[in-house]
C-alpha cells in the first residue's frame, strides 16, 4: 500500500471513529432513563416509551460507523512488522464480531425487550407474574450480549493499540489511551455479566466515552494535519517508534 492510499485510509478512519462515538453518545442521551436494575419500574418505563425503536437503530448505526473506522484503521496504519500485522489482523477480526454482537444485542434490547415489556403491563393480573419472568429472562439475556460485545470490543481496542504503537508517524499516547480505553471495556464487560446495568457500569461507560473522545479527537488532529510529505517519508523510513514527529502533527 502506497502512502497516499495509507493516508486516505487513515484520515476515514479518524473521521469515521469520531463521528461514530459522538452519534453514539448522542443518541445514548435520548434512551428512557431510570434505574436499570429495578426491573418492575424499568420494564414500566421501557413499555412506555415512544422513541425506543429509533433510539436503538440510531445505536446500532453509529456503532457500524465507529467500528468501521476501526476496520479503516487496519488499512491506514503501516503494518510492516509481524506483531503489528497480526496485531491488526486479528483486532480487525474482532471488530467484526463485536458489531455482530452488537447487532444481536439490539434485536433482543430493541425488539425482544420492548414486546416483552410492553406484553406484562398489558397482561391481567393473572398473567402478569409469567409475563415479568418472560422479561427478565429476556434482559438477562440482553446482559449477557452486552457483555461479550463488550469483550470483542475492548479485546479490538487493544489489539489495534499494539499495531497503532508500532506505526511510525502516530503519537505513542494515543496507541496508549486506545489500550486504556479497551481495558475499561473489559472491565465493563465484566460488571454487566456480574451485576446487570448496575452505578458501577454507568461510571465505566462514561469513563470509556471521555478515553475514547480523547484519543479519537487527538487522532483526527493528527491525521488531517501532518503533511503528506512528511507522511511519506516516516513510512518510507519504517521507524518503529512515533516519538519524532509531534512537533509536525501539531
Not at 11 to 26: C, D, E, K, N, T
Not at 130 to 156: K, N, P, Q, T, V
Not at 208 to 218: E, G, K, N, T
Amino acid at each position: 500500500m502506497d502512502s497516499t492510499t495509507s493516508g486516505a485510509s487513515l484520515r476515514l478512519s479518524a473521521a469515521l471513529l469520531l463521528v461514530g462515538q459522538l452519534l453514539y453518545i448522542g443518541v445514548t442521551q435520548l434512551h428512557a432513563g431510570g434505574e436499570a436494575n429495578d426491573h418492575p419500574t424499568i420494564f414500566a418505563v421501557y413499555a412506555g416509551s415512544g422513541n425506543w425503536t429509533v433510539v436503538h437503530v440510531g445505536q446500532f448505526v453509529a456503532m457500524g460507523i465507529l467500528l468501521a473506522g476501526l476496520l479503516a484503521l487496519y488499512f491506514g496504519v503501516d503494518l510492516r512488522a509481524g506483531t503489528a500485522r497480526w496485531a491488526g489482523r486479528f483486532g480487525a477480526v474482532l471488530a467484526g464480531v463485536a458489531l455482530a454482537l452488537y447487532g444481536a444485542l439490539q434485536a433482543v434490547d430493541g425488539v425482544a425487550n420492548k414486546q416483552a415489556d410492553a406484553a406484562w403491563v398489558r397482561a391481567p393480573d393473572a398473567e402478569k407474574a409469567a409475563r415479568f419472568a418472560s422479561a427478565e429472562a429476556i434482559r438477562w439475556i440482553e446482559w449477557g450480549m452486552r457483555s461479550y460485545h463488550d469483550y470483542a470490543l475492548g479485546l479490538a481496542l487493544l489489539l489495534f493499540a499494539v499495531a497503532v504503537v508500532r506505526t511510525a508517524w502516530v503519537p505513542w499516547p494515543i496507541a496508549f489511551l486506545m489500550g486504556l480505553s479497551g481495558l475499561v471495556y473489559l472491565v465493563q464487560g465484566w460488571v454487566v455479566g456480574a451485576e446487570g446495568f448496575s452505578q458501577t457500569l454507568s461510571i465505566e461507560i462514561v469513563l470509556a466515552w471521555v478515553l475514547s473522545l480523547v484519543w479519537m479527537i487527538w487522532f483526527f488532529v493528527v491525521a488531517w494535519r501532518m503533511p503528506e510529505s512528511e507522511r511519506r517519508r516516516l513510512a518510507a523510513e519504517g521507524r518503529g517508534r512515533p516519538g519524532t514527529i509531534h512537533s509536525s502533527s501539531g
